[in-house]
């Protein structure tokens, strides 16, 4: 059974350019009873930290009259030293039909941590939609 845990999210969003848009968000948790978790640990295990902090960002920005659209969002956990990318584009071809190509890069140095445990699983994409 978890220990029980404080989350908190703050998020900011802005756009800092025209057609080009910055988000930002804060994500905490905070294990409570810590010190009764370590104690119940088995010898050898991984220890998770008390507190998991992650930055995110999100860039987006919009061409060819707001057809186009280029994104990057990078989620970042400086107590894990762990990451995960996921750039993309997509093009509005018209009313019906949109391409799309991105990626998904994961990056960590210990397999335990969240990001870290899927860094031999990058991956890119091409996508078609066709909607009625």
């Known amino acids: 059974m978890r220990n029980s845990e ?4 703050l998020g900011y969003e802005q756009e800092i350019a025209r057609n080009l848009t910055l988000g930002l968000q804060y994500y905490l948790e905070r ?4 010190e009764a978790y370590r104690r119940a640990l088995p010898p050898g295990a991984p220890v998770r930290d008390e507190n998991r902090h992650v ?30 990318l996921r750039p993309r584009v997509g093009y509005q071809v ?3 039909l949109s391409v799309e190509a991105g990626g998904n890069l994961f990056f960590g140095a210990q397999e335990e941590t969240f990001f870290g445990q899927f ?3 990058n991956n890119l994409y091409l996508g078609v939609r066709y909607g009625f």
């Not at 294990?31 to 810590?34: D, K, L, P, S």
């Not at 956990?77 to 990451?83: G, I, K």
């Open 31 to 34: 294990m409570g009873e810590f």
């Open 94 to 96: 018209d009313d019906h």
């Open 55 to 84: 930055l995110t960002q999100r860039l987006t920005w919009l061409t060819h009259s707001q057809n186009l659209e280029w994104s990057l969002f990078l989620f970042y956990s400086p107590s894990d030293r762990d990451a995960y």
């Open 119 to 121: 860094q031999d699983n």
């Open 6 to 9: 404080l989350r908190l999210l």
